[in-house]
């Protein structure tokens, strides 16, 4: 469809004069409307909105100047071109013309290549301020839809717009911020010092804002003070220089940062205070356990927990008569929960090993002390040897963690001990379930009790460490680096990655205690 054609008014007294400019306007594709004098003619622009005026000067009722000075006053922000057409040639009529904001001025009589010629220029002239005018608006139109504010202030500091945005985040009405020092946005620590900070700047001084993107306070219109983040670009216009900031109001992002920040602090002081609480409780733990007895050359062990406790427990005592009672202990679970599930049997045992009850008593009162107290669902399974004075006679009890191996002389597994009772807790004690299994040494073998985490211990793609492989690494060890080996081929199983459940390794010499000389460090 094409556009429309541009309406040109005519304002001239004499209908000679109007005739000849419809044909010419006519000729010239251009659509025309008509006035007879000046008041007419101002009446007939506010009506019409025409694109161009041909504007006779003198005219009654109101004369071209005036008629001029009048169609300016109206046309607001679009520009509509006045061309004067008159027999006045004189110089002073021609500037008076031009004073009273006309844009052209044409000597009558006219010719038609001449007005032609003006036609076309003005024509091209209205279409590239419209090109602007349009490009202005939707610059405009784009600034007042988005939900940042932008303010663009001059090299003295002085607002020169500001955003619909801009006025709703600093609480003014639209259009008040404009000629104001932009200092009115500021609270007074910064305002106080803006001005000397710009004037340093565009002396060439660093900047410390503009390229920039900070985070600083703004002040809104009721004295209210709130975070902002200000990004500054400056532009440069042939001698001026304006600065275009780009503001958002992050109150709500720095609330979540502080609120983070503070939660962060809570909990930071929260784990500090549950370390120093575990730190205290492990001590009190350890304290429980006999660390002289553990000492015994016949003894070796380890216990390797998940957490910072261990749901898996090592003890060992020798009784009055010279046996030694020795107990590993695997409560349901791991850490400070199972910790405490198996911590109860410890004076127990001391007690009777004092007492030097037989295996299967004691087997019983730890079975009936930890029914008694830990809730359902909660038991603790555990291996336990006593062996005779000499290391050559012994019983074995296993109820709940793996198998008890007897090596033989060569490391290579003799005999094995199965896991055939319930673990300790589950229910009431019966003679049956409390019975340990005769055990027959020779000096030289060895007793190896477990807990499930060291064989099931898993790798970075899952696979476990296996019985196979630990049988194997017991059987290529000397007696005394076995425990070494194992905890070795467990670190570089594991290879960095965290173990899953607690591991626990209790090795015993079938040898009587003056058959061994010197203590070994226990590896815990």
Not at 214 to 239: I, M, N, W, Y
Not at 306 to 321: I, K, M, R, T
Not at 461 to 490: K, T, V, Y
Request: net charge negative.
């Amino acid at each position: 469809m094409p556009p429309a054609p541009l309406t040109v008014l005519v304002a001239d007294d004499t209908a000679a004069n109007r005739n000849m400019m419809q044909v010419f306007l006519k000729k010239l594709g251009y659509a025309a409307v008509f006035a007879v004098d000046g008041a007419d003619a101002v009446q007939a622009f506010e009506r019409e909105q025409p694109d161009l005026v041909l504007m006779d000067l003198m005219m009654p009722e109101m004369d071209g100047f005036e008629a001029t000075r009048r169609i300016r006053g109206l046309q607001g922000g679009a520009w509509t071109p006045i061309v004067i057409m008159s027999a006045l040639n004189a110089d002073a009529d021609v500037v008076a013309g031009l004073d009273a904001g006309a844009d052209d001025y044409l000597v009558k009589p006219i010719s038609f290549t001449v007005f032609a010629a003006k036609m076309r220029t003005m024509k091209r002239l209205l279409s590239m301020e419209r090109g602007q005018r349009e490009l202005l608006g939707r610059m405009r139109a784009i600034s007042d839809a988005v939900i940042d504010g932008i303010i663009t202030m001059d090299q003295k500091g002085v607002i020169q717009s500001a955003n619909p945005a801009a006025c709703r985040m600093f609480g003014h009405p639209d259009g008040v911020l404009v000629g104001k020092n932009v200092s009115v946005l500021m609270p007074p620590q910064y305002a106080d010092a803006h001005d000397g900070y710009l004037r340093e700047y565009l002396a060439g001084g660093p900047a410390k804002v503009v390229g920039h993107v900070r985070e600083l306070a703004g002040k809104r219109a009721s004295g209210e003070c709130f975070p902002l983040e200000l990004g500054v670009t400056e532009l440069k216009l042939d001698q001026r220089r304006l600065f275009i900031g780009v503001v958002r109001d992050i109150s709500e992002r720095v609330r979540v940062r502080n609120e983070r920040a503070e939660n962060a602090a809570r909990l930071q002081r929260y784990h500090d205070e549950q370390q120093r609480e575990q730190e205290l409780a492990r001590q009190i733990m350890f304290s429980q356990v006999d660390t002289d007895a553990l000492r015994d050359p016949r003894i070796h062990f380890s216990v390797m927990p998940a957490e910072n406790f261990s749901g898996d427990l090592v003890a060992a005592a020798c009784s009055p008569q010279g046996r030694l009672y020795a107990m590993l202990a695997d409560a349901t679970g791991h850490g400070l929960a199972a910790a405490v599930s198996v911590q109860p049997v410890l004076p127990l045992f001391y007690t009777l090993v004092a007492n030097d009850a037989p295996l299967t008593r004691v087997v019983r009162g730890l079975n009936d002390l930890l029914h008694q107290s830990l809730p359902v669902g909660r038991f603790v399974g555990a291996a336990l040897v006593c062996l005779e004075p000499d290391g050559t006679q012994g019983e074995v009890w296993v109820g709940g963690v793996p198998e008890v191996l007897l090596l033989g002389t060569d490391g290579k597994v003799r005999r094995r001990f199965a896991s055939s009772q319930l673990p300790l807790g589950v229910v009431e004690s019966s003679r049956e379930g409390c019975e340990p299994a005769a055990c027959a040494l020779s000096h030289g073998e060895q007793l190896v009790l477990f807990s499930d985490g060291v064989v099931e211990a898993a790798d970075v793609q899952d696979r476990a460490f296996g019985m196979a492989r630990f049988e194997g690494i017991l059987a290529a060890s000397p007696i005394d680096a076995r425990l070494a080996a194992i905890r070795h081929a467990l670190a570089q199983h594991l290879a960095g990655a965290s173990a899953h459940d607690d591991m626990s390794l209790l090795l015993l010499d079938a040898t009587p205690l003056e058959g061994r000389a010197g203590l070994l460090d226990p590896a815990i």
